[in-house]
Structure formats: structure tokens, C-alpha cells
């Protein structure tokens, strides 16, 4: 499985960023994110078959991450961007909902997401 990630770079606080992750077939998809010193953290995930989601506590009502089935593409809208957001987002991939949420098979190359007070 191959992802490619795309859409990282620098923000002013309160910014916004979008991310995207196109993979070469049809899974369940999300993001994590993970900062030198701190274990790396769930984002967001989004079941291909239910179209169900779910996101971290930090994330939630700043992000939304949504698919587009016909691309395989998977997306990352963040808002409010905070400085604590800062970290190398990595698209990740797997064939159970539940696996993609705690340990994926698949992962893409990060992208940094800097985010400046």
C-alpha cells in the first residue's frame, strides 16, 4: 500500500492548513501526529464502508478529516491552528477500522505542520 501525503507547512496561530493522503487502494484511513519527546497521537480516522469518524479530544471541533472514495483520498481540515499542533503529521492506512485507530499497517511520509504563536 502506498500513501502520499501532501498539504503540510507553516501557519500563523489561529490559521488554517489542509492536508491530503491519496493511497493506492481502498482502506479505512487517518492521520496521527507525532512531536520529538511526546508518544505519537490519533488524530482522526474515518471508516470506508460506514463513512463513520472519529477524532482525538485535542482535535475535536477544530478538525475534520473527510474522504473521497473514487480517489481513495483521504483529507485533514484543521482550523484554529494552535502552536501545541505543531508536529509531523502521517497519513496512515489499514483493511479493520480498529487497527487503523491504534496500530496501522500502513503508513505515509510525514508532513510537517508548523504552526507559530
Known amino acids: 500500500v502506498q500513501l502520499q501525503a501532501s498539504g503540510g507547512g507553516l501557519v500563523q496561530a489561529g490559521g488554517s492548513l489542509r492536508l491530503s493522503c491519496a493511497a493506492s487502494?481502498?482502506?479505512?484511513m487517518g492521520w496521527f501526529r507525532h512531536t520529538p519527546g511526546k508518544e505519537r497521537e490519533f488524530v482522526a480516522g474515518i471508516n470506508v464502508n460506514s463513512g463513520s469518524i472519529n477524532y482525538a479530544d485535542s482535535v475535536k471541533g477544530r478538525f475534520t478529516t473527510s474522504r473521497d472514495n473514487a480517489k481513495n483520498t483521504v483529507y485533514l481540515q484543521m482550523i484554529s491552528l494552535k502552536p501545541e499542533d505543531t508536529a509531523i503529521y502521517y497519513c496512515?492506512?489499514?483493511?479493520?477500522?480498529?487497527?487503523?485507530?491504534?496500530?496501522?499497517?500502513?503508513w505515509g511520509q510525514g508532513t510537517l505542520v508548523t504552526v507559530s504563536s
Open positions: 487502494g481502498r482502506y479505512h
Open positions: 496512515a492506512a489499514d483493511a479493520i477500522y480498529s487497527s487503523l485507530m491504534k496500530s496501522p499497517n500502513y
